[in-house]
């Protein structure tokens, strides 16, 4: 059998392989474009999955999680006094280095080690005779040179010198009674007398030793001489005595209320003899310092027994004032992260959530904060495994039990011991 189209002539089987040729075709291209379907599907179900997973990742999992033994804490509201614990060294009020201002011989030590001195006592002596006989001869130039202005301002009255004579001599009375002012002032350096009042120190010259100005303590000895350069002896005013120590920048607020109120901060401390001591703040450094966040703060206490002496180490309690109308919980109850200060409130229905807090001071195992309201519960112990919306049950109180007295082993009569 034959067809013709368009003058071709085609048989009919040839026909049928065409055909089937082109399904065979079509049907390879089909499943090809479905596999490459497929892929892009499971592609594009695999980047959904992820950016919803990360969009949004608190897909809730209704699972019952088990209810945590806590122990919580009402807020309060009311007055807190801050008492810090704080370390320090006692430091004089006052402190001289006695030192020679000529250089000269020591004629005589006034004093003896240890002593007591009060200001302007005559501590050390140097030889003055000749700073004695410079200080006699321009006094006597000095009353020389008054005598002459004298005479020239009686002539001058009498018209017999020019007004020129007179300021003259004028000029030279006073230059003379400054030059005797001078040797006046080398005089007294002589005879060296304590500033301040104090006890003295260890004495470092005697009598004899040649000393000289100078800034560091030294003391040579050769076959012939020996010298001191630098301090002679010190004076320590021991009473009062100062107390240095630093303070957390957060109990600033409550140190300069407490001094506006005209209240002086006080302090305590107990030395090794037992006997308590007590002080008031008298200075705030001006500046924090950044590296520890504290501020140095002085604080003068009484010595009149002069147990007290510079550079001992003290621990002492710091009475900062009080906060008025504060939030006040235990400081075991605030949780300090990367996001700041938190704390877990529990609601009616034991539930607990995590809230944000500021804390102010904290001060004897309590902590000042704003961010909640009176009469909130917060939880203290317990927290290590609790998370926002769980559930909490308050711990049971604990109670003294006492353990029953065992019963005292009776010594055996002799019968008993027979009898066994």
């Known amino acids: 059998m034959a067809g ?25 291209q089909s499943r090809k474009f479905t596999k490459k379907r497929l892929i892009w599907v499971a592609v594009v179900l695999v980047v959904a999955g992820g950016a919803a997973k990360y969009f949004w990742p608190a897909a809730k999992v209704d699972v019952k ?4 033994t806590v122990t919580t804490f009402v807020v309060e509201q009311r007055d ?41 006592d005559l501590l050390i002596s140097l030889d003055d005779r000749a700073d004695r006989a410079n200080y006699e001869k321009a006094q006597a130039s000095a009353d020389d040179t008054e005598r002459q202005l004298h005479r020239a301002e009686e002539l001058l009255r009498q ?16 230059a003379a009674r400054a030059a005797a002012r001078a040797a006046q002032a080398a005089l007294s350096y ?15 010259v005697f009598p004899g030793a040649l000393v000289q100005p100078g800034n560091t303590v030294s003391t040579s000895t050769t076959a012939t001489t020996t010298t001191t350069q630098g301090a002679m002896v010190t004076i320590t005013q021991l009473n009062p005595m100062n107390v240095q120590f630093t303070v957390p920048e957060s109990a600033l607020p409550a140190l300069f209320a407490a001094q506006q109120a005209g209240q002086s901060p006080t302090v305590t401390f107990q030395m090794g003899d037992g006997k308590k001591r007590e002080g008031k703040v008298f200075v705030i450094d001006n500046q924090v310092d950044q590296a ?18 510079p550079g001992q180490f003290v621990r002492l309690q710091v009475n900062a004032g009080s906060f008025k109308n504060v939030l006040v919980v235990p400081s075991q109850a605030v949780v300090s992260n990367a996001r700041g200060d938190q704390v877990f409130v529990v609601d009616a229905e034991n539930t607990v959530s995590l809230k944000p807090v500021k804390v102010q001071t904290q001060s004897q195992g309590f902590a000042v904060i704003a961010g909640l309201e009176a009469g909130d519960k917060v939880v203290v112990e317990g927290k290590q495994n609790l998370r926002p919306n769980g559930k909490v049950k308050e711990a049971a109180a604990k109670t003294d039990a006492k353990p029953e007295a065992k019963a005292e082993a009776k010594p055996e009569t002799k019968a008993e011991a027979a009898h066994k």
Do not use: C, W
């Open 292 to 309: 520890i966040g504290a501020v140095k703060v002085k604080a003068v206490v009484d010595n009149a027994d002069h147990t007290l002496i």
């Open 159 to 174: 018209q017999f010198v020019a007004q020129g004579a007179v300021d003259t001599a004028r000029a030279n009375a006073q």
């Open 80 to 120: 807190f006094p801050v008492i810090l614990d704080a370390t320090g060294t006692t430091v004089a009020a006052n402190i001289v280095d006695i030192r020679p201002q000529v250089t000269n011989v020591v004629a005589k030590v006034h004093i003896k080690e240890g002593q007591k001195v009060n200001a302007g």
């Open 190 to 204: 002589d005879n060296i007398r304590s500033p301040i009042t104090g006890r003295a120190g260890i004495i470092n």
């Open 4 to 28: 013709v189209t368009h003058g071709v002539t085609v048989t009919l089987p040839a026909v049928v392989k065409i055909h089937k040729k082109n399904l065979v075709v079509m049907n390879y």
């Open 65 to 68: 999680s088990p209810v945590q």
